[in-house]
């Protein structure tokens, strides 16, 4: 679903402008197909097989076992967004502590501003994103997440598991033909739904189940599930907790470059609108994010 996050990376340099840098690196975690010297080669844990037969090789494994972000990895996001939200990277948006990362949505106040408008004005709610840009990226493979969003059932909160084209291999734009794989969207105005969503030209069709998007996948709110992706040159399969929820056969050339990871929560728009019913501070939390080829 199109929200400010695809304005955001669409718009030529903002994304590059707009990432900082964390306080502190984590403990080593595996970062990359080739990892950098001083990471020990990735531990995807026990072998999963591969459809077709074979397994799947661990290319990236992150189990946020340090005290920050781990900036091999990933990056902390700030922007100005639109309408009365934005991203910003704070201790009180991102943070990873007790083995999780934690992504918040949270009222702004003295200590945690949004970034001025050209308006002179700032937004009234930041949230969290965490994103492997410039750091870590790849064109097909598994890519899996076990996380947990806010128990809610208003209107207001949205969180979500996806890729973004690595746009030092292929080109963002124009979008959606560019290609865009969200793995799972949570909406707290959905609490029962797990939402995949792949964007590329058959989104001229619009919304279609079974095609471009589900609308069966259950899931549920404030409890802990896996959202997977196989992803091939000719299929793309959406788990969501082992089970499947999507596949695709396309075989749209969208999806046949380098993508990268990003991980947000944040609030809602259109039916999902944030109302003020739902309290914040909202985090969802992440267990850990796992890659293999």
């Known amino acids: 679903m199109r929200s400010f996050r695809h304005a955001a990376m669409l718009a030529a340099g903002l994304l590059a402008a707009a990432l900082t840098v964390p306080l502190a690196p984590s403990s080593p975690v595996p ?11 990735p531990d995807c844990g026990a072998r999963i097989t591969k459809p077709g037969g074979g397994n799947w090789s661990c290319t990236m494994a992150d189990y946020f076992s340090g005290s920050a972000l781990n ?18 990277n704070t201790p ?11 992504l918040s949505a949270v009222p702004t106040d003295a ?11 700032r937004g009234s709610y930041a949230s969290g994103w ?8 790849q064109q097909y493979g598994r890519f899996e997440t076990r996380m947990r969003v806010q128990d809610a059932s208003a209107p207001g909160l949205h969180e979500a598991f996806w890729l973004w084209p690595d746009i030092r291999y292929g080109a963002d734009n124009p979008w959606p033909d560019s290609g865009e794989i969200d793995i799972v969207e949570t909406f707290s105005a959905y609490p029962d739904l797990a939402v995949p969503f792949l964007h590329y030209s058959d989104d001229r069709l619009g919304s279609v189940d079974g095609l471009n998007t589900a609308w069966n996948c259950a899931t549920t709110r404030g409890e802990w599930h896996t959202y997977a992706l196989e992803w091939f040159a000719d299929r793309l399969t959406i788990l969501v907790d082992g089970k499947v929820c999507l596949t695709n056969t396309a075989g749209a050339s969208s999806f046949q470059k380098r993508f990268i990871i990003n991980l947000t929560q944040f609030l809602g728009s259109g039916n999902n609108q944030y109302d003020g019913q739902v309290p914040l501070p909202a985090t969802m939390d992440v267990d850990y994010v796992k890659v293999w080829r």
């Not at 970062?31 to 080669?41: F, I, L, N, T």
């Not at 009180?92 to 934690?102: A, P």
């Not at 200590?111 to 004005?121: I, K, M, N, V, W």
């Open 31 to 41: 970062a990359a197909s080739s990892a950098p010297p001083g990471v020990s080669k």
């Open 71 to 88: 900036d091999n990895v990933w990056a902390g996001m700030s922007m100005v967004g639109e309408g009365d939200l934005c991203v910003v």
């Open 92 to 102: 009180k948006t991102v943070s990873v502590s007790g083995g999780y990362l934690h």
């Open 111 to 121: 200590t945690t501003q949004c970034p001025l408008r050209a308006d002179g004005t």
């Open 130 to 137: 965490a994103t492997t840009y410039h750091r870590f990226s």
